[in-house]
């Protein structure tokens, strides 16, 4: 569900105004749960009637400064289109590498955070030890680093994310992808806490509590059946959106 059906704005469709609103939503989510590195990741929203173009944030904007008109429009070559705006040429990379590779993927989100970067140090880091893992580790999928902002970077993360909508970006961060922004969200929610366990773990010199094989596919079979949901993390969304506009989030301009 969108955050702004009742918005709209005249040079644009309804639905890129939508996707906007939703889009500055999640900046505002991600600066209040802290999740920023100053302006140096990104999120993203293919338009979806226009599946060739996609919304990204315009760059040097901090989190809490971006809007639904702040973001900057762009088609898969890289052009921007309308008014100008500077965007990161990594962040191009990476989210037109995903879209053009999935076109199911409507959203994007990639983060830098200390669990997150933390765990991508590690070879396949992640492991099936806490409910949180569960929820997405038949989804994780391992991206190997690649030189930034190259061609040959954006078709090899192309390919990683054929094989899987949750990726851990070796020596980097994390990156999550989805049909909504609440299921893209949701993933990256429960990535996050999956690796910030991880990490504890790895701290508390004792062996964790192994989880059966058992338990571990039932999990699987789960949550591929939830994840494929449109209301995947609906109520959850709605709930933190709703916790930064009462923290004065002014973002649907």
């Known amino acids: ?22 889009l500055a939503a999640l900046y505002r989510v991600v600066h209040h749960l802290g999740w920023t590195d100053l302006i140096n990741t990104h999120m993203s929203a293919r338009i979806p009637d226009a599946p060739d173009t996609f919304l990204i944030n315009r760059y040097g904007e901090m989190f809490d400064e971006v809007t639904a ?74 991206h190997e680093y690649g030189v930034p902002a190259s ?32 299921g893209v969200f949701m993933r990256m929610y429960m990535l996050e806490r999956a690796c910030e366990l991880e990490l504890i773990s790895r701290q508390l010199g004792a062996s964790p509590v192994p989880v059966s094989d058992y338990v571990i596919g039932k999990a699987a ?21 709703r916790t930064v506009e009462r923290a004065g989030a002014d973002y649907r301009r």
């Open 151 to 182: 061609a040959e970077e954006c078709e090899a993360l192309g390919r990683s994310c054929a094989q899987g909508s949750c990726v851990v970006l070796l020596n980097h961060g994390l990156l999550t992808l989805g049909q909504t922004v609440q």
């Open 1 to 22: 569900m969108s955050v702004a059906l009742h918005l709209t704005r005249p040079e644009m469709t309804d639905a890129e105004w939508r996707a906007r609103c939703d």
């Open 69 to 142: 008109s702040s973001l900057v429009k762009m088609d898969m070559a890289g052009n921007v289109i309308g008014d100008q705006g500077k965007f990161n040429n990594a962040g191009f990379t990476i989210h037109s590498g995903i879209y053009k590779a999935r076109a199911d993927a409507m959203w994007v989100m990639h983060t830098h955070t200390r669990a997150g970067a933390g765990v991508s140090l590690l070879e396949r880091g992640l492991r099936p030890i806490s409910q949180d893992a569960l929820h997405v580790y038949d989804d994780v999928v391992y």
């Open 221 to 241: 079979e789960r949550m591929q059946k939830h994840r494929a949901m449109a209301d995947y993390g609906l109520m959850e969304w709605e709930g933190i959106v």
